[in-house]
């Protein structure tokens, strides 16, 4: 399986992005739960979003009522929507499959997407 996650950029705080992840390999994407993660510099990566294949979602505090998850099964495509972005967001955002919440995820990492926010 392979991820590729984009959309990320240089944004202003206060400002939005809309990053995605496309899927691919590994048969039928829907079945599984997919999850978002970020790693600050000198930070430990953190899991922030998650998504089950029903469509249950559930956020990390830190981005709650700022971030808000959604996917498209018919592309295999993850989505992660950004909005009033803060310093303190700025980090490399990686999405993977992952069944639940508490589950570990599944996959090797792809690359990930900068997020920049200056002040």
């Known amino acids: 399986v392979q991820l590729q996650a984009s959309g990320g950029g240089l944004v202003q705080a206060g400002g939005s992005l809309r990053l995605s992840c496309a899927v691919s390999g590994g048969g039928r994407q829907s079945i599984y739960g997919m999850a978002w993660y970020r790693q600050a510099p000198g930070k430990q990566r953190e899991l922030i979003a998650h998504?089950?294949?029903?469509?249950?979602?559930k956020y990390a505090n830190s981005v709650m009522g700022r971030f808000t998850i959604s996917r498209d099964n018919t592309k295999n495509t993850l989505f992660l929507q950004l909005n009033s972005l803060k310093p303190e967001d700025t980090a490399v955002y990686y999405c993977?499959?992952?069944?639940?919440?508490?589950?570990?995820?599944?996959?090797?990492w792809g690359q990930g997407t900068l997020v920049t926010v200056s002040s």
């Open positions: 993977n499959r992952q069944i639940y919440w508490d589950d570990k995820p599944r996959d090797t």
């Open positions: 998504i089950t294949s029903g469509g249950s979602i």
